[in-house]
């Protein structure tokens, strides 16, 4: 058993509940999740409501911190949550005890700069949120805020589904693929260089153009977005080619054009392109993996996660007078 199976093992003794590769529930009033970073450090993130911009509060924080070393550190925070980055050691305590031990110390920094639990949801920001929901962290919300969410996500996900286009989609995404490849052709206009890794921003574009003129999302929008990024890769290599051929042999645009287009024809040609291409296309593909959540959103996926979200509605003990008369 892994180390994080075995954390979320111990953790079900507070009741809390693994999803994946979350595990999230309250501890003495305080919403929390916590997912694995690397090793043996994981994030926990608990759910405030605080000005990230504040930088009294980040100050407070980490001087409450600084006495714990690696054990505890503070390192993000959003309008709805603090994240900090907590080690759990194997040859130690018992991880719910280590867990109970980095709680303590993560609450009292909190307490100390004058942060409280969140006690508003989430979503629309009111009061006496009756539930409890895995959305954008474990958070406190109004079931109905919730509800209102899976409604929208369904109507869009089936709006998507009807009138989407593969067609204007991938039009979209051709497009979005050519200003991906713009700052590249400026480099090399501009310094005669080819800089890998601005390949990363063609499958985030042609994602973005995709979207943008109503693709349709399925797992044949997958496969358009990756090939169209790897068609990039060997466009701007023939391109690259056709402007060297045309340097060293003095010929006119089109004469490149045609010669390279044989040298891509033949076997031995394309598999040399090819291996000329490899740190491009692994920095293209690094630019897949970080548009991956994009591109994967299928409307199936959407509704999938949408389900999964509304598996983690529960009451919330805060407001649980209130939330039996909580609007459905």
Same mark, same amino acid.
């Given at each position: 058993?892994?180390?994080? !199976?075995?954390? *979320? ?7 809390? #509940? ?8 309250? $501890?003495?009033? $305080? ?5 694995? $970073? ?19 509060? =980040? =100050? ?37 005890? %280590? ?14 700069? =004058? ?19 895995? /959305? ?21 996900? !089936? %709006? ?17 693929? /050519? &200003? ?15 800089? *890998? ?7 985030? +574009?042609?994602? $973005? ?40 042999? =003095? +010929? #006119?645009?089109? #004469? ?15 598999? +040399?392109?090819?291996?000329?291409? /490899?740190? #491009? &296309? ?6 897949? /993996? ?12 959407? +509704? ?25």
């Amino acid at each position: 058993m892994g180390m994080t !199976n075995q954390i *979320a093992e111990s953790l079900k003794s507070f009741e809390f #509940e693994t999803k994946g590769t979350v595990c999230f529930g309250t $501890w003495k009033g $305080w919403c929390v999740d916590l997912h694995q $970073w690397s090793g043996n450090t994981y994030f926990l993130d608990v759910a405030v409501r605080i000005d990230p911009k504040d930088k009294e509060f =980040r =100050r407070a924080i980490k001087s409450a911190l600084k006495g714990f070393g690696k054990q505890v550190k503070f390192y993000s925070a959003t309008d709805k949550k603090v994240i900090f980055s907590a080690i759990f050691k194997k040859k130690a305590d018992p991880y719910e005890q %280590q867990f109970n031990s980095i709680m303590e110390i993560i609450t009292q920094a909190l307490r100390g700069a =004058r942060i409280n639990p969140a006690d508003t949801c989430a979503i629309c920001g009111g009061g006496t949120p009756g539930s409890l929901c895995y /959305v954008d962290g474990y958070q406190p919300v109004h079931k109905a805020c919730i509800r209102n969410i899976q409604e929208k996500t369904k109507d869009a996900a !089936n %709006q998507n589904q009807e009138n989407g286009s593969y067609l204007t989609g991938l039009v979209g995404a051709i497009l979005g693929a /050519v &200003i991906g490849l713009i700052p590249t052709l400026f480099t090399i206009w501009a310094f005669e260089k080819i800089y *890998a890794i601005l390949f990363a921003l063609i499958p985030l +574009l042609a994602m $973005w153009g995709y979207t943008k003129l109503n693709g349709k999302k399925s797992k044949f929008s997958i496969a358009i977005i990756v090939i169209l990024s790897f068609i990039s890769v060997f466009f701007l290599q023939y391109i690259v080619v056709a402007t060297i051929f045309m340097d060293e042999y =003095r +010929l #006119e645009f089109w #004469e490149a054009i045609d010669t390279v287009l044989q040298v891509f024809a033949n076997f031995e040609g394309f598999i +040399l392109i090819a291996k000329e291409s /490899v740190t #491009e &296309i692994l920095f293209m593909a690094i630019g897949i /993996v970080f548009a991956w959540k994009n591109i994967s959103n299928t409307n199936a996926a959407t +509704l999938k996660n949408m389900e999964m979200v509304m598996e983690t509605i529960h009451p919330n003990p805060t407001f649980e007078e209130n939330s039996e008369n909580e609007q459905e």
